[in-house]
């Protein structure tokens, strides 16, 4: 797993892209990763976008995700991923509307 990972920074920081994805998943074995390749796309001007992937980052990573956030230019998720999401920040909503 380390050398994928060391891949796909390697492949994010050295071939030109013009957008950023990253799955939030990172964050449950790379959290370094992730601020790498974040602080990269602010420096090279690249469009950063993540994923809440799955409910369980937003209560369990709160800090790396919460770490990476000022780096994320779009973030995406679906309804679940979202509620998760607002009642670890404690945004105080308990509805969400699409």
């Known amino acids: ?5 060391n891949y796909i920074i390697y492949v994010i920081l050295y071939v030109w892209f013009y957008h950023v994805v990253l799955q939030g998943f990172f964050l449950t074995v790379s959290p370094p990763s ?7 796309s602010l420096a090279e001007k690249k469009t950063f976008m993540m994923n809440l992937s799955a409910p369980f980052l937003s ?3 709160k800090d790396p995700l ?4 000022p780096y994320v230019d779009i973030l995406f998720g679906n309804e679940s991923e979202a ?16």
């Open 59 to 61: 209560q369990f990573f």
């Open 66 to 69: 919460m770490a990476a956030m």
């Open 34 to 40: 992730i601020m790498e390749v974040a602080k990269h």
């Open 83 to 98: 509620e998760a999401f607002a009642t670890a920040m404690d945004f105080g909503v308990s509805y969400i509307s699409c």
């Open 1 to 5: 797993m380390y050398y994928i990972i």
